[in-house]
């Protein structure tokens, strides 16, 4: 079952499904070392193991994306953990990755904080026998085996850029709070948006782009400095879910409420209180579990040998059903969905 805006129905009957907590794979945060590594003993503790390796820990995108795959690893007899930073810098996920190499990990499923940074580490680890996988933001890539992207580059930056010219009015000044500033993922976004801007939406200006580094309080904080910058800003889009959820906070109990629109991607369940109490119309996303339940079948395939990353590959991801493998290694999630008052009601992620 895919997760596309064309399956409302299934999209709906997938989300109740979802839970809220990741039982067994997420664990203490570890201090300023700012590691969890809590092994789950999926299934029947069969050959591939599994480790992930989000931005940062604590943001509850990649904890619903660590439960896709560790259900997933479970489903195809792996062993699964989940390791990561607190703070998603550039270079932080390195000595995660060299551990995961040493350990003799079978496969890494990477979601990357810089497309550079952590280049020399994957390609050790590959080199060590570990398929990498990164999903959710690239690196370069010549550093990992496969690409999972959640949607389109393209598709992404759109979908903001329509709700944010609907919502107000296609006219005025914005600005962007995204995440860390070498987010591979965000950056390639804001590009597109841009362009999506200078062609098609001639009256909407953006006047700055600032960064929260998926830090709750820091994105919260450049809300309001953006806010007080900006007299006559009319809407923030925040392409991270970190980031809407903190404008949304800071807004909802501020006198721009109603003033200024937010929107870009965030979870229903971060959200929802901000839709209902007015602040946020719409906003979109895709959804995570199925991005980490898909990267986790991908990597499986690559450890197994069923595919090498080449174009036309294909491989079946249980319940998701076939994927093929398409240009530079990368596979397609699908497409991002909107989420609104009128069906934010129906997800539970
Ligand atoms: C945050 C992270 C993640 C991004 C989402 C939309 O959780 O930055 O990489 O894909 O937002």
Partial sequence: MKFTNKRPAALAALAVTIALTIAGCSGDSGGSGGSTDSSSGGGSGGDVSVV??????????????????????????????EVGPDAGSPDAQVPFINTAAQQGTKALIVS????KAICDALNEARQAGTKVVTFDSDTDPTCRDLFINQATAEGIAKVQIDMVADQIGDAGEIAILSASANATNQNAWIEMMKKDLADNHPNITLVDTVYGD??????????????????????????TTVGIAAAARYISTSDYKGKVAVTGLGTPNQMREYVNDGTVTEFA??????????????????????????????????????FTVGADATVLLGEPYKFNKDNIGNFDF
Avoid: C, R
């Fill in 52 to 81: 992930m390796l989000p931005k940062n820990l604590g943001n509850p995108y990649f904890d619903t994306s660590t439960k896709g795959a560790k259900a997933a690893t479970e489903e195809f007899g792996g062993t699964f953990s």
């Fill in 112 to 115: 990357a904080n810089d497309p």
């Fill in 214 to 239: 998926d830090n709750d309080q820091t994105s919260f904080d450049k809300t309001a400095a953006l806010l007080q910058s900006h007299p006559d800003l009319k809407a923030i889009i925040a392409p």
């Fill in 285 to 322: 996303l895709w959804n995570p579990e199925d991005l980490g339940f898909l990267a986790a079948y991908a990597a499986d395939a690559l450890v197994k040998g069923d595919i090498t990353g080449k174009e036309g590959d294909t491989f079946t991801a249980g319940k998701l059903g076939d």
